[in-house]
């Protein structure tokens, strides 16, 4: 620790890029998912956002698990469910924010998903952060 908590905040940011390089990876299978479900296969559209957001949230977990957070916790299963909590409670207000700017606002599907996707990165950064990968 350094004067101010310089090295705090450093290993925060730190922490934050390589959540959002994580998350880059979880958004592109997330949107891929979603426009395969939706476009290709008809599927309505949340439960495509859905799909996408459950099979990102596990790749998620992954990366920020061995890379992001670098966590020894020996309870693998434990962890993931608290992770899924934070990435279902990241969906819900995922899907909101969708539906409000579709809705409200009458926003394009693919606009609104990037901005309830930007929303919500800073949701499950801090909750994973706080939650999931919490030091004891």
């Not at 957001?53 to 890379?67: G, H, K, L, P, Q």
């Amino acid at each position: 620790m350094t004067i101010f908590g310089i090295e705090i905040l450093d290993d925060l940011i730190f922490k934050f890029l390589r959540f959002c390089v994580v998350g880059g990876l979880g958004t592109v299978i997330d949107f891929g998912i979603t426009y395969i479900c939706k476009e290709k296969l008809g599927w309505n559209k949340y439960l495509s956002n859905t799909l996408g957001f459950a099979i990102s949230a596990t790749v998620n977990y992954y990366f920020n698990r061995i890379w992001t957070f670098e966590s020894h916790n020996q309870d693998i299963v434990g962890e993931y469910f608290k992770f899924l909590a934070v990435a279902i409670t990241g969906l819900i207000i995922n899907n909101i924010i969708l539906w409000v700017m579709q809705n409200k606002f009458n926003q394009n599907f693919w606009i609104s998903k990037v901005i309830a996707t930007g929303l919500t990165i800073v949701w499950n950064f801090f909750a994973s952060k706080a939650i999931t990968f919490a030091k004891d």
